[in-house]
């Protein structure tokens, strides 16, 4: 386990391993696209792209590019960020801190290592985010 530190603001890189055995784990978002969630994804796992992310960084297109359910998150809790092979999430996290989370968890090596672990997927299902 490695961090990023910043003022206050962290970023906590963890293989899925270690994601899955935190006693609490905090809300998971996958940050690939609609399509390659529907395929498979992390149980629990909730769907907002890198794209939709980083075009909320523009305060005029929040409201519609970025679910209710994503702008009511509190920015002092921890979230976590995961995707297909570890090179959107970082990116992810990092937009993340920059838009004031404080606490953001990045999980090293995507969906690819969760799978390769044996750790369980949820496969074909349509996209769960709450709008």
Known sequence: ??????????????????????PTPPLLIDVRSSIEYRLFHAPDAVNLSLHRILMGQFSMLQPWVLPDWFRDLSRTEAIAVICLTAHRSPIAAQQLIKTGFTHVLNITGGMMAWQSTGLPITPGSCPKSVN
């Not at 530190?5 to 935190?22: G, N």
Request: no cysteine; net charge neutral.
């Open 1 to 22: 386990m490695t961090s990023h530190s910043s003022f206050k603001s962290s970023i906590i890189h963890l293989t899925p391993e270690e994601f899955i055995r935190l």
